[in-house]
């Protein structure tokens, strides 16, 4: 029957979504519209290549030996980064700030291990302080013995002009390799300090993470024979190549929520008549976002981590570290859910007393869902934690829910009170100041159909769990469209033209108006997508900027901003026969 359906998509282009989570990693063959075929198996986080590996054994025993070989695009989704940052997992950082005079860096600076180095330029790019690099050479060697390894270099105005950051990058390289450092200029063009720092530190903390997982899915689709180009889902819904995400990591942090969103796009219906809440729950986080009009709300500030803002353009998601297989505690008369997750549910043959444990409980007691592998072992890791409380297994397990359901609902007022502070932007245009109140939940996740009526509840919506909720975020990775984003900045004062996040600068004709900045700004972006094999895609301006100045001799000048990217969306939608 699957070989049927792969010959009625020979015409369409073949695509696979892996979406590696912290529980499950899944993946999914779609063409014509369809779903081909699917597998899913349990994460090993130790062991990635093994876990890659079965994962397409299941696919291909669902569609066929030669289903690898069609292929023609992959795009990979994880969770495994943001996992590890609500976890608290990800790297030690080194960071080397650079800010001249005004407000002490110190107060955005991040982690354990930060150097000021004296001297800065200013919002023109011009060297104001020299760079003073003694003090830099003791911190670094200190650092690596402490065991830092990783180092991002940002500077206040780096984006006018990168050299006192590829000073400090090149100092930085006499102990540190290049490969594990960041340089804040090419995460983007935007002045903003504060994120340009929190960019670069959690770009360089995921670094290896990052590239450890890029290397086993390599690895292992060559092994198995699929040699089709590899994509990275990216945090505001769109995909880039592999080789460009191994230096940018930041980009792909939240690509496991992202996942989740386009994945809602593409199976569930009628997302257009109401404003949709998605809540996709899987074994260690829960991820939130927000639809209206049937189209993700985006995060315009820029993405949040750990309560810092970056230069990352999102959607608008949250995640918190409630899952199914979230750990469960006795702490002073009450039960803590998470945020911590130590193997599977001891429904599945886990340790410990886990969420999914504690609704399995209430379910067998008519709590109005499924219950998941064995009653019996929920029943027996659940009963010390009630004994410790003084509580019966029903009773323990309801003060579980409780806690979880106290967390999401704070965690969805939160998201829906943020994007109602301003216009509101979505993945396909800018909507009017609108009061956005979700009306119903879309749920996604491999515990869904253990927790609907729970969160119907608890939330007060009706809850609609999503057409094969359990894969619906490696199909959403399967189907996104490659995306790409270009900041330029150019001022006739100096002549210069610069692309920072391509480590682009060139000359600007005297008489340059703001258009011909827009149509270069839009030929770079075409140049660099052909250099990544990409072409053929919708490309837009999304914002452009004219300042009349003066210079310093008194003479008058332009300064032009012009940001664009690809029209952002699905490659294609799937339909139900």
């Not at 990783?150 to 390289?173: D, I, Q, T, V, W």
């Not at 939240?254 to 899987?282: F, H, I, N, W, Y």
């Not at 600068?505 to 340059?512: F, G, I, M, S, V």
Request: one cysteine or more.
């Amino acid at each position: 029957m699957v070989a049927n359906k792969m010959d009625r998509a020979a015409d369409d282009a073949v695509v696979l979504g892996i979406d590696a989570g912290g529980t499950h990693t899944d993946a999914v063959l779609c063409a014509g519209g369809k779903i081909l075929g699917c597998g899913k198996v349990a994460t090993e986080q130790d062991n990635l290549p093994h876990c890659i590996a079965n994962v397409l054994d299941e696919l291909v025993r669902d569609c066929g030996q030669d289903a690898l070989g069609k292929v023609q695009r992959v795009t990979l989704g994880t969770t495994l980064l943001v996992n590890a940052c609500v976890q608290d997992k990800l790297d030690k950082v080194g960071l080397v700030l650079s800010a001249g005079p005004g407000l002490n860096p110190m107060r955005f600076a991040m982690g354990d291990y930060v150097c000021v180095v004296p001297g800065g330029l200013d919002h023109r790019g011009v060297e104001v302080t020299p760079l003073q690099l003694q003090k830099l050479a003791g911190e670094l060697a200190k650092w690596k013995k402490e065991g830092v390894g990783a180092l991002a270099c940002a500077g206040k105005f780096s984006p006018r002009n990168p050299a006192h950051e590829l000073a400090m990058a090149e100092e930085c390289a006499r102990v540190f390799p290049q490969d594990a450092m960041t340089l804040g200029h090419r995460l983007g063009g935007e002045l903003n300090f504060p994120r340009r720092i929190a960019s670069a530190y959690y770009n360089s903390a995921s670094l290896r993470l990052h590239n450890a997982f890029l290397d086993a899915v390599l690895d292992t689709l060559q092994h198995k024979g699929c040699t089709a180009p590899v994509f990275l889902l990216r945090a505001d819904g769109g995909s880039m190549p592999c080789a460009a995400s191994r230096l940018f990591p930041v980009h792909s942090l939240l690509s496991g929520p992202a996942a989740s969103v386009m994945g809602v796009m593409a199976l569930q219906k009628g997302l257009e008549d109401q404003c949709t809440l998605l809540l996709d729950m899987g074994g260690t986080t829960t991820d939130l976002a927000v639809f209206v009009d049937g189209s993700p709300v985006m995060d315009q500030d820029g993405m949040k981590l750990g309560g810092r803002r970056t230069l990352v353009r999102s959607l608008a998601t949250v995640s918190i570290g409630i899952g199914g297989d979230s750990v469960l505690r006795a702490v002073n008369g009450s039960v803590q859910v998470g945020p911590d997750r130590m193997g599977p549910a001891a429904a599945f043959g886990g340790k410990m007393a886990t969420l999914l444990d504690a609704l399995n409980i209430l379910n067998s007691e008519g709590g109005g869902d499924e219950t998941a592998g064995s009653l019996e072992q929920s029943r027996q890791s659940l009963q010390s934690l009630a004994d410790e409380l003084g509580k019966s297994l029903p009773e323990a397990s309801a003060m579980a829910w409780e806690t979880a359901a106290e967390a999401i609902g704070s965690a969805i007022k939160s998201l829906v009170a943020d994007i109602n502070e301003r216009p509101i932007y979505t993945l396909r245009e800018l909507k009017a100041h609108e009061d956005a109140r979700p009306c119903r939940v879309a749920l996604t996740g491999g515990p869904a159909l253990c927790v609907r009526h729970h969160l119907e509840r608890a939330l007060s919506l009706p809850v609609c769990p999503v057409p094969q909720a359990d894969v619906a975020n490696a199909a959403g990775a399967a189907l996104t469209r490659p995306s790409a984003r270009l900041e330029v900045y150019a001022g006739t004062e100096k002549g210069t033209l610069l692309a920072p996040a391509f480590d682009i600068t060139e000359k600007l004709p005297r008489n340059a108006s703001l258009e011909y900045v827009k149509d270069r700004s839009l030929a770079l972006l075409k140049e660099k997508l052909a250099q990544e094999g990409i072409g053929d895609l919708p490309l837009q301006i999304t914002s452009a900027d004219l300042f009349a100045t003066l210079t310093d001799s008194g003479y008058g000048s332009r300064d032009m901003r012009v940001v664009c990217q690809t029209v952002p969306g699905l490659a294609a939608r799937l339909y139900q026969d």
